[in-house]
C-alpha cells in the first residue's frame, strides 16, 4: 500500500561525508532511449552472482519493517562490510517532477517533491531515473550510520533482472520496500503506481560510502553499479 513519501529538507545535511564517485558527462534527458522508453543493456553482472552472496543475514537494524501499512514487520536490513540489503516488495514511487506517467491523476499519492534533489536543484524524475526509497531514520535503523543517503548505488534483483539505481527519496520510518517508476519498468515489473508493483521477491543492494556525484546521470550510476557490483559479487 503507498503512503506518500517523507521529503527531509534538512536530510543532506546531516549526512555522513560521502565517497563520491565520478559522473560521466550528463544526457540529454528529453532523448528516447534506443530501444524503449527507458531501458537499459542487461547488466554484465548476473543476479544470481550477487544473490549468491546473500544466503545469511548478520543484522544491522535493531527491528524489522513492514512492506505495506497494516502489515507484519517481519523485513530486517541486513549487511556486509560493503553493503546493505534486504528482501521486500516494490510499491511503485511516482513523486518528483510531474510527468505524463506520474502526477496526481494517475498516483492520488503523488508528491512533487522527493528527499533529494539533482545536481541543478531540480526534483527527482520517477518516470525515468530509476531511484529507491529508503525508510526515514528512526530506532529501526538509521541508514546514515550505514554510510548511505541521497545519490548512493543500488542494485535491485528481481526475476533475474538487476536494475541499477540510486538513493532518492526517503519514506516512512516503519515501511520498506519503494522505488520508482523507472526502476520498476527496468526490472519488468508494472509500473503504474496504483495497479503495479511487485507483491515480494525484490531484492534491494546498497552499497556503503558510493555515491555518484549527480543523480540525474544514469550513465555514471550504471558504470559505478557494475563496478561496485562485481566486487561485491567476488568477496568484496
Known sequence: MRVPSLTLAAAGAALLAPTTLPA????????????????????????????????TCTRVSRGRYRTDDGAPARV?????????YWKADLDVDCDGRPTGRCNR?????????TAYQESGGRYLNAQSLPYIVL??????????????????VAAVIYRGRVQ?????DTGPRDLIGEASY????????H??????????????????????????????????GERLARLFAHGG
Open 24 to 55: 560521466a558527462a550528463e544526457p540529454p534527458q528529453d532523448r528516447p532511449a534506443a530501444r524503449s522508453e527507458n531501458v537499459e543493456a542487461p547488466s554484465a553482472v548476473t543476479a544470481a552472482a550477487l544473490l549468491d552472496r546473500l544466503h
Open 191 to 224: 509500473p503504474d503506481p496504483l495497479r503495479g508493483g511487485a507483491d515480494e521477491d525484490v531484492t534491494y543492494i546498497v552499497f556503503k560510502d558510493a555515491r555518484v556525484t549527480r543523480m540525474e546521470d544514469r550513465r555514471a550510476t550504471k558504470a559505478a
Open 164 to 168: 541499477f539505481a540510486v538513493v532518492g
Open 76 to 84: 530486517p536490513v541486513c549487511g556486509t562490510r560493503t553493503a546493505v
Open 135 to 152: 525508510p526515514a531514520p528512526s530506532r529501526i535503523w538509521d541508514h546514515r550510520a550505514s554510510g548511505i543517503g541521497g545519490g548512493s
Open 105 to 113: 491523476r494517475t498516483d492520488p499519492y503523488f508528491s512533487a517533491a
Open 182 to 189: 523507472a526502476t520498476a519498468k527496468g526490472l519488468g515489473i
